[in-house]
């Protein structure tokens, strides 16, 4: 018997970014902003796709992250119109398709100190659809019960976000794995697939559940789609969350499914109106302000931003600044950046550009500003390889230094450092990840 499921994760509703965005432009007047607007827009088109798919799915699966908030750096409740789009397009969908429709709970949209969650009154007010809650888990661990949801022809195994420092603290790591490997043991008779939100970098992703012999591992929290096991993807964000994933294709997983059998995955990748950029702006020993100011105007030529305002093509620009001048301060740049941005962004600009932000990369600086301030990244850097091999760029390198291998050095460093792992890095264990 073949299952077929539609995996979408980290879909962040809700989510504002609001530096260096152009003021009083909505999406929707007094209603919703063109950015926030966004992310609602790609989770109405993840259900429009998934409905009109031939074969249609058995199920679609929800890896966490449903809502961008609450969560440590933001504990505001979701935006009123965040949950109105969830109600409205799950409802239409269900009543549309028949397709069950089940959401697991992540560590965004989540209250730390409270027990009650969002997705309980979601799963009240829509018919069709199941939630599984960090609560539930909870319950099902003390009482020693598995937290599984039945449908017709397949069993969800559900493992919604717990942070590993919970666990730790509780001195729960060791009965927790067993209440996975005990409570949490798929059916033989029927498909079985896990859902989870986590990841090794933090140890929110649980070892123990790629020993369970589940049929596929629908996982969330990384938002770069990608296959990380022969039977575990993660399906990624549908929006940009951050400047750096616009590397990363977006959308959402179908997956085909048979008992004992290597699951078929096949992406489905969404088309952006909107465009994004990240442009390195390297600073000479004679540069100016205004010979700076004067690049990036010829970078936005080249980019096409010039022309009329349109809110749906309106362009996101993070600048990054390399170098230095002696004949400028970082105090100059910021001044003559400040007064750039607001003729870029005015009401009567030139530039067809909806948010324009920049970073400003030296050797004497340790920390980048986020290009997001209300939704610091969970993660140090934002793009741990990039950032490093842009440092690695300012060094004079001795010939007998390779940067790929010191670049994976330092992000592995980091990745253990962050995980508070034990484990020791030789250019043996380097190299033998890089055949891996």
Request: with cysteine; hydrophobic share 35%.
């Amino acid at each position: 018997m073949t299952v077929r499921v539609a995996h979408i994760s980290d879909t962040h509703l809700g989510t504002k970014p609001r530096e260096g965005v152009r003021h009083n432009i909505w999406a929707v007047e007094m209603r919703t902003r063109v950015l926030e607007n966004d992310f609602y827009e790609r989770f109405s088109e993840l259900f429009t796709r998934i409905a009109e798919l031939d074969p249609p799915v058995d199920i679609v699966v929800h890896s966490g992250d449903l809502y961008n908030q609450p969560w440590e750096g933001n504990p505001t409740q979701p935006p009123v119109v965040a949950r109105e789009t969830v109600i409205t397009v799950l409802k239409r969908f269900i009543e549309k398709t028949s397709i069950p429709v089940l959401i697991l709970e992540g560590n965004h949209g989540i209250y730390r100190n409270l027990e009650v969650s969002f997705l309980d009154s979601l799963k009240m007010a829509i018919p069709g659809l199941d939630v599984a809650t960090q609560q539930e888990m909870k319950l099902a661990f003390r009482e020693g019960k598995p937290l599984v949801r039945s449908y017709e022809k397949l069993n969800v195994y559900c493992f919604p976000f717990i942070e590993y420092n919970v666990l730790e603290s509780a001195g729960a790591v060791t009965a927790f794995n067993d209440w996975i490997t005990t409570h949490q043991l798929p059916d033989s008779d029927r498909p079985s697939i896990a859902v989870a939100h986590g990841m090794d970098i933090d140890r929110s992703l649980q070892p123990a559940i790629f020993s369970m012999g589940y049929d596929y591992i629908a996982l969330g929290h990384d938002h770069h789609q990608h296959k990380h096991a022969k039977n575990a993807w993660y399906a990624g964000s549908p929006e940009r969350w951050r400047f750096d994933e616009i590397r990363h294709e977006k959308g959402f997983l179908v997956v085909d499914i048979e008992s004992g059998k290597v699951p078929i995955v096949t992406p489905h990748h969404i088309n952006f109106a909107r465009p994004v950029y990240t442009e390195k702006i390297a600073i000479e020993a004679d540069d100016t302000v205004e010979s700076i100011v004067q690049r990036i105007e010829s970078l936005f030529n080249e980019k096409n931003l010039k022309g009329p305002w349109d809110s749906a093509t309106a362009a996101r620009v993070r600048l990054v600044f390399k170098g230095g001048s002696s004949r400028i301060s970082g105090f100059d740049l910021s001044l003559a950046m400040e007064s750039f941005r607001m003729k870029i962004l005015s009401q009567d600009s030139e530039y067809n550009i909806v948010q324009l932000v920049w970073t400003t990369r030296r050797r004497e600086i340790d920390h980048d500003e986020a290009a997001y301030p209300e939704i610091e990244s969970e993660y140090l850097i934002e793009d741990p390889e990039e950032d490093f091999k842009t440092y690695l760029e300012t060094l004079s390198l001795d010939e007998k230094y390779d940067p790929e291998t010191l670049t994976r050095i330092a992000v592995r460093a980091l990745e253990i450092t962050v995980g508070r792992s034990g484990e020791k890095i030789t250019l043996d264990t380097i190299s033998k990840e890089e055949s891996g």
